[in-house]
């Protein structure tokens, strides 16, 4: 008895604190606009969107099934109906806001939702796009933000392969392909090695490479799609790449984590990257780790021991429900604040504005406003408890300065006008 005495009691101090030290971080945030270091194209509007196509933008599942029968039934997707209805001003069920979304005006709604995200920049990974979505220049245009190219290595690699004797030939050709893009405005460079191969590097097998560089080519000269796969040629082209990431000076962001079924989630574990932060060739090569779920732990183990190791949790919040904020504690139990950066990875405003919020922890009303500003750390801080804050409020506090300060350090280069841009949040 007396024991559950003090465990009301506790909670109750935590969320007192809790929202007290939430509201001070909102506050601090409130004029630092977002950067989104990691999304993909929007879909362009006006469309109009079926339950299916709602639920689908909250899963990584390619079988149908789970739209139509599954995703109702998670944390994450009932909880995101209840934070969007909020936004829209609805009644929280998926029947109201697929009514409102779909009566609304498309571009009113898209800006809308976009602009309460308060994201300044949106650094764009090309390589994945539906077939309706905008070009990077329909994008700021239709979003009034920011857009910057990521560069996705396979899909550049791919399209160059046929051109090539060998894959000496072949590298060089993708290294020039990544130099134009930077030139040409891109600031980083992404791969997906991780869902066309094993993420455990390891050294390059050059007969290995030849064999899979010529079937690869053949396709490719077939008219059959060139894509890449297996570690031979994979590895190899992320080593080539890496490369030229430091020598450009922009990072290397590593698709790490969950994902879409494609990918076998057992070999996507950061910590196969080792060579990369070891070898002192790739020394001063910035890598970000994207997603990470559920390697957070080990990717925050990384961040706090190389000094240019960066990560993100993108979509594990929201799509991880519950296990989200879990997710954030656990990244920050290791990974300075400096190095969680913010990601939004997704192509629907719909899905942004859910999952800001979902960051946000917004639990009370008043902090709509301030959409966005989040990530860092606030779902910890949210009214769900985390009763060891109470005890490290101070650290918290102090810790959010730094953040505040930290953030301002630059991550990516020359994004704007030849400033640095920040990259976090
Ligand atoms: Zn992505």
Aim: glycine letters at 8%; proline letters at 6%.
């Amino acid at each position: 008895m007396r024991s559950q005495t003090r465990t009301r009691r506790s909670s109750s101090d935590s969320t007192s604190i809790n929202t007290d030290v939430a509201g001070e971080l909102l506050r601090v945030w409130a004029d630092q606009p977002a950067i989104d270091h990691h999304c993909h194209p929007l879909r362009r509007w006006p469309f109009q969107l079926s339950p299916e196509e709602l639920r689908g933008a909250f899963t990584e599942a390619l079988d149908p099934q789970l739209a139509a029968s599954h995703v109702v039934n998670t944390v994450a997707y009932r909880d995101a109906v209840r934070r969007i209805a909020a936004e829209l001003d609805c009644d929280p069920t998926e029947a109201a806001v697929l009514a409102q979304r779909n009566a609304a005006d498309p571009v009113g709604y898209a800006k809308g939702l976009l602009a309460r995200t308060a994201t300044a920049i949106m650094l764009v990974d090309t390589g994945f796009a539906s077939a309706d979505a905008f070009t990077l220049a329909e994008q700021e245009q239709a979003t009034g933000i920011t857009q910057r190219e990521i560069v996705r290595l396979e899909r550049l690699a791919e399209g160059l392969i046929q051109a090539a004797d060998d894959p000496r030939e072949w590298f060089i050709a993708v290294r020039a392909g990544l130099r134009a893009a930077v030139r040409g405005g891109a600031v980083g460079v992404k791969t997906i090695c991780a869902y066309r191969a094993t993420l455990k590097l390891r050294p390059v097998d050059t007969d290995a490479l030849g064999v899979a560089f010529s079937a690869t080519r053949l396709r490719a000269q077939r008219g059959q799609s060139p894509r890449l796969s297996g570690s031979a040629l994979c590895q190899a082209l992320l080593f080539e790449g890496a490369q030229e990431c430091l020598e450009l000076d922009v990072p290397l962001q590593v698709h790490c984590g969950f994902g879409d079924p494609d990918e076998d989630l057992a070999e996507t574990s950061p910590l196969g990257l080792r060579p990369l932060f070891i070898d002192p060739a790739y020394r001063g090569l910035r890598v970000v780790l994207l997603h990470c779920y559920p390697y957070h732990r080990e990717a925050a183990y990384l961040g706090s021991v190389f000094p240019d190791v960066y990560m993100d949790l993108s979509l594990a919040i929201p799509f991880a429900g519950l296990e989200g904020s879990r997710a954030m504690r656990e990244a920050l139990g290791l990974c300075p604040t400096s190095k969680l950066l913010y990601a939004a990875d997704r192509c629907w405003p719909i899905t942004r504005a859910a999952s800001t919020s979902s960051r946000t922890e917004l639990r009370r009303p008043g902090l709509a406003a301030v959409l966005g500003l989040d990530n860092r750390f606030a779902s910890g801080l949210g009214s769900e408890r985390p009763a060891d804050l109470d005890r490290n409020e101070l650290e918290v506090r102090d810790n959010l300065r730094r953040w505040d300060r930290s953030n301002r350090r630059p991550v990516l280069p020359t994004v704007r006008g030849g400033e640095k841009a920040v990259v976090g949040f």
